[in-house]
């Protein structure tokens, strides 16, 4: 694990998705640039003190020297974005394979670069949109591509938040620092934490991309550079219009994902706060709440990302841990020299990451243009 | 009454609203241009034969030329768009209240010509936004107006039906096919149907005008030349920003029009279809649930708007004789020779309806022009 | 009308009720004992005031003697539950049909009189069990009715409510002030004031009799002689259990009517307070949310019972305007002289009437007993 | 762990909420009287086979003549009720630690002689009510320990399933089979897998003893011998009135445990399907929705069972998970040579466990006395 010392908050909830289903063991990890935090993360983790790094380049160039069957199998990287692409360079190139935190990279230049890092190096890359991995996203994933839903008319998207309502930064919050600081961060504040995730489900879901963005962005508290708000209207290549909206000022919200697609054959409604509940609507006839584990009506992908009965919740850390799953998966049959397309990976992946950053880029040009119309790059897939 | 004969919707709507408080005799009325639908809803409604009229001009001088206690009192207009104005005229210039249904006319020219009518007349002109006269958004605004909410930084409001979803007005809907055409609804389809009731909402509650909008329109359905469907982004006066979105496409959505508002100091959420709950978000506390009835912890304005114990939903209908409840009251006012200034009416006005035709022909302006920013105008305040 | 003067609740809302759909003038009175009150009221409500009697017997006698075509059709009884049988009788035996508030008598022997009276009279006896008359509660019942949902096995039902949680009583509630005094209400307290409620809500919807009661009552404020609360098992003809709690000192409930029935082939859930709203389950399936309104899958006696588009809500004030709507039909028809079976009446009867008192007097002497079991009578049927 | 092998649903469990905070190792196990099976489930658990045991007894030797530092600290038991008391007397007796799935015991008997076990060993006991690790649970306990809710007067509990509206147990369900069978559940059907959570888990909160119960039990099914569904009246110590109703043949229903309490200075009301959320209602005050994750309003108790921010859903594993993690607290206190007392245990204890056979043992008796009252047996308290 590069990242994840003191003070961290995504760090320790990869290690808790890596353990859940007992597949995974931490055997090494540099866990902050602090040495001091480093070691003494790596000793609260039981980490062999041998094994726990001052950099990730000693770490990479370390690991790659143990005998194979000691050597980690993956890193995973829980660092602020700034320090996402460096590890992940540095570990692929070396040979180990790469679950990563989104945003994918700082800038888009890296994004590009990587995703040629990844391909040259054909280890196996999985980006934490940890939201593709509760069950029943992948259900309405099934629904829209297998055709039961018909063309989509209409996205509403919302990530909403608040808090970074008060000065965080100020207050000596290490969270919100780094996600308030572009150098840190990259050009996105709200659009790059909360609002790549929103993309990312929304087009994972509907399978139908967006083509143009115009985004109006807003910062409200003094002496943010980054955005806390920003409101977008979309056109998708199908012919449908949407809206993404996503803040982290928005008094009262949590971790408000909301996704609602309204199409020509039926409309769905999901929300992360509550995620084991799918609603789906058809014109004229009831409402259907679809809930997590009921093998006999939904979609195999959406059983198989389950662990326990309906009406028992799942949250955020399985939803998670699925994300992990599949790139232990797609790990255990590259070891087995069997290894799976890129096409066939369950996971997000660098194309996914390059998305994001696209979708970063693109809505920031908008909204600094003044909140006008910006084609949407397309984004090469996995193959 | 002009119009709500038979297949009219909104005409049964206005007469249960006025009836319902037991302050109003329905006694003449020219029910629709078709004088046999018209003279049968006269019988059924039981109004005296000799005061089924067969067209509002007739009316209006028939009506005027009847002793002053025999006349009608006021008339309710609840006729398709394009027969709004001329009724509302003739009836103003010869003496009588109105009340008319949304929106207020068929081109924006009408309803500046109407704001003159109605100043020259001093008679009580009522708009039925009835949404206005549900007892929570009353304490909404309450709430905004008194200063507890702060500024708003973020408005989402939606207005979400699917009742166009099929081909209504091929099928011999009378509501559907006046509402897709254009020399009947004038330029705004959804727009006007229940834009105009989103954007009155929002600014009724938050007192804070929008100032400019950029709105994306969409048609899906062959044949239809109204916008069926638009999402559009707001920027507010005191800084705020905000979407409006509404679709008469949203598949298995009914009426749902749903503001959340997010204020420097809170935030609150209101949704039509439940309407005896109100939702305050403060950051940091508890989410409060504010119901109906409360005179313990509500405003005044909300407590008048009631008439049953908290617990027992109120609806639509009493909601819309709110708005009755209002203009009765200017009305008596006036009569007893003591007219309320407009600035205190309880309901929406003239200067309300020319908002709505101005945030019509400013969203289609937007919409024409690809979805670019198009100032909102500033409208008349009433004194 | 008598009773429904100054400081009543029911009395307006029965005003409301009976006028919403225009088919009733209120023409006279008796508002009140207090002579005073009665006048005030009579000239609020813009009744004759020689029409504005003192005592229900002058009025039952005045009415009539007026011309058949002048006088009252029927009278509505909205006094405290001693003063039901009085009037009732008086104004049965006088040749007036009778609309009547629940519990319909203070005593079980009175209840069993009227029955007779009833039948001896051939007038119409409507009584306003109000919750019948909600549209999705019909659906419910016609879903039971027409065997779409196997045979009942559990049944959940609650009426909580907190208002009596402060003595009311001694702080000047003229509602709190009877509803607690056994000479005004009877043997029950919350038993017959929304006990009664709940056991025909049920009861109507499944058509599955309760036959044995074991109820267990309380009362926590000092001073109280009536139940403040009560929870009961219920055992059912088809085999089924049940349990019926309701509470007046429930803190924080508001009128939460909510009925659960589990059967064989399905289970419904609805509460008042949201009432629009229907859920229905089967084992294995979706949950559906049934929504009024819907004439595509709803039956014919849920769409016959509602005014405006699914997605308005319709509320407390509609649903009582539905008994009344029923009420009418048959005064209709009996005036027209083709009187309707009893067995036909769309509304409660007499019977239920009886049957109400029946189960308070089952539920009390279970309660005397230290709750033990006691059966519950059957009750005639209508023809 | 004993237990757990292939066919089992609570075995997973009880491994992934173990191994989620990274304190625990799987080391050894009889997963399955069925040897191959054991052997099979140990190979897939990456457990060593030389400590694949096949009974029991032969593990709690085998691992109790292991030097210190290799041996087991405790030992899961996740087996059918009958084989709890056997292997968790073995495991004490033998120096290890505990941790069992609930009801305790197979019989009453039994129960009443582990607790002398236990405090004879002074090894740790755990008791997998898992259902008092959900943190806004604990914040529940904590306002009513605390004295913010006054005097219980009324409490609704209901756990309701419909797993078993099939014939399961006929159609090769292992977990079907076990729960139906007396011979392996012990005399509560129903009543033991799910009455006994609900039955804890209230007076977990209010820490007000239930006193006597009236409880009426049915069987649906043919050929089924134990209770599928149960409605109970319960008297509280401190004067209150309750509702206990389980089933597990509720259409519909899926792991729906929700508890309802009302007292005289508040209300709460918390339901596990979706746990992240606790409603709080005041008597004339708008209700309150407390979200995990709000360390500003919550409690300590509930801030220390949390693991990630507010809005991001914890659900059933991470609750279970809690429970482990109070265990190893004490585990760990032990190993250190500092025990806890047991009233210090942040977890069920073998007290809670024999309460909960206490409690089977009460309803049954009831039930098979026609239900009647029968009061319920003080439980020695933890010291």
Known sequence: MVGGGQGSFIGAVHRIAMALDQQVELCAGVFSRDAANSRATGEKLHVDPSRVYTSYEEMAAAEAALPADQRIDFVSIVTPNNAHFGPSKAFLEAGFHVVCDKPMTLTLDEAKELVGVVERSGMVYALTHNYTGYPLVRHARHMFRSGHMGTV???????????????????????????????????????GDIGTHAMNLMEYITGDPVTSICADKSIFLPDRQLDEDVNALLRFQGGGKGVLTVSQVATGEENALRLRVYASE???????????????????????????GHAEYLSAEATAATRIPTGHPEGYLEGFANVYMGAIEAIRRHIAGNPMKTAEYNFPTVYDGLRGMQFIYTAVESADAGAAWVPMPSTPQAN
Request: charged share 25%; hydrophobic share 35%.
């Open 153 to 191: 008319r209409k996205v509403l998207v919302e990530y909403l938040q608040d808090w970074l309502m008060e000065p965080q930064e100020k207050l000596g919050s290490k969270q919100a620092s780094w996600r308030t600081n572009p150098a840190e961060s990259g050009i996105g504040g709200a659009l």
């Open 266 to 292: 039926g409309a769905i409604s999901w929300c992360q706060e509550n995620p084991n509940v799918l609603e789906v609507s058809r014109h004229g006839k009831p409402k259907e709440i679809l809930t997590r």
